[in-house]
T-cell receptor
Framework: EAGVTQSPRYAVLQEGQAVSFWCDPISGHDTLYWYQQPRDQGPQLLVY????????NSQLPSDRFSAVRPKGTNSTLKIQSAKQGDTATYLCASSFMANQDTQYFGPGTRLLVL | GEKVEQHESTLSVREGDSAVINCTYT??????FPWYKQEAGKSLHFVIDIRSNVDRKQSQRLTVLLDKKAKRFSLHITATQPEDSAIYFCAASMNQGGRALIFGTGTTVSVSP
């Protein structure tokens, strides 16, 4: 069974540029999470979906970040105008609600904003 | 909201010794406590979890203990091996059908020969 896949693996931007991250969850997983992991810190939730619905986006900086999961499968996280403080690894995870909640993480996208 | 504190930032042990990582949480509604391992340059890998209906769970060399009264849980690694060297993260969530995890800050475990 394929794991969670993410692309790109790395991104380097100047401040003010836009970037999109893509995530393909494990097949059949209904819940998809985006976490931000700054260097030397634990992951922090940005947003999560159940199927195509946003369940919690309270930690998503809504003025610059957006996330969608239109068909309840793949998801895209977009940063409209990146800041140096956005430098972090962006992790996607998925789980199957009825399967005891174990979340499986993808390899992450490392973002550097100059 | 929930906060998870991971008490040891680094832990150095000799191969074959045991390692213990301690975490505390604040929200009594939390009922699911997984542990993840992150090797250098890699993503998080699930290692073991415990739910609030039990106070101990073992998987091979890993044991998780949960003390709900003290709001504390711990990961015990026995007979450590060099491949156990990594950053370990504890986390907590309210297990009501797929909830986001609140992570600790991580413990860097180094196992020396």
């Amino acid at each position: 069974e394929a794991g969670v896949t993410q692309s790109p693996r790395y991104a380097v931007l100047q401040e003010g540029q836009a970037v999109s991250f893509w995530c393909d969850p494990i097949s059949g997983h209904d819940t998809l999470y985006w976490y931000q992991q700054p260097r030397d810190q634990g992951p922090q939730l940005l947003v999560y979906f159940r199927d195509e619905a946003v369940i919690d986006n309270s930690q998503l900086p809504s003025d610059r970040f957006s996330a969608v999961r239109p068909k309840g499968t793949n998801s895209t996280l977009k940063i409209q105008s990146a800041k140096q403080g956005d430098t972090a690894t962006y992790l996607c995870a998925s789980s199957f609600m009825a399967n005891q909640d174990t979340q499986y993480f993808g390899p992450g996208t490392r973002l550097l904003v100059l | 909201g929930e906060k998870v504190e991971q008490h040891e930032s680094t832990l150095s042990v000799r191969e074959g010794d045991s390692a213990v990582i301690n975490c505390t949480y604040t929200d009594t509604a939390s009922s699911y406590f997984p542990w993840y391992k992150q090797e250098a340059g890699k993503s998080l890998h699930f290692v073991i979890d415990i739910r609030s209906n039990v106070d101990r769970k073992q998987s091979q060399r890993l044991t998780v203990l949960l003390d709900k009264k003290a709001k504390r849980f711990s990961l015990h690694i026995t007979a450590t091996q060099p491949e156990d060297s990594a950053i370990y993260f504890c986390a907590a969530s309210m297990n009501q059908g797929g909830r986001a995890l609140i992570f600790g800050t991580g413990t860097t475990v180094s196992v020396s020969p």
